[in-house]
Nanobody, 125 residues
């Protein structure tokens, strides 16, 4: 059974940093692309970034570029989202997802097969 579990959320002041982790288990048939999304109250879930299974291709949303860094450790089946220079508008529930296949664009939620339960990130001004 595939499980995706996020951790590391919390409350931080504007300008601060947080590192989210995403542990994937039960995936034995292929290496997935891992994506990060977020959803603020009353808004749609939006793409934050993604990393291909080998780490060779990383994509970021415009809002994340330059402030967030995605990395992965396949020996631990874990993906990380380092968030620096956080802003109040980064407040949201952050979700991690696993997707399979050979695609050039992983920015759409429908492309992912497994999702975590989300972790809350709150940035105070």
């Amino acid at each position: 059974q595939v499980q995706v579990v996020e951790s590391g959320g919390g409350l931080v002041q504007a300008g601060g940093s947080l590192r989210l982790s995403c542990a994937a288990s039960g995936i034995t048939f292929s290496w997935p692309t891992m994506g990060w999304f977020r959803q603020a109250p009353g808004k749609e879930r939006e793409f934050v970034g993604s990393i291909r299974w080998d780490g060779a291709y990383i994509d970021y949303s415009d809002s994340a570029k330059g402030r967030f860094t995605i990395s992965r450790d396949n020996t631990k089946n874990t993906v990380y989202l380092q968030m620096d220079s956080l802003k109040p508008e980064d407040t949201a529930v952050y979700y991690c997802a696993a997707g399979f296949g050979n695609r050039s664009n992983w920015r759409t939620t429908a492309l992912y097969d497994y999702w975590g339960q989300g972790t809350q990130v709150t940035v105070s001004s």
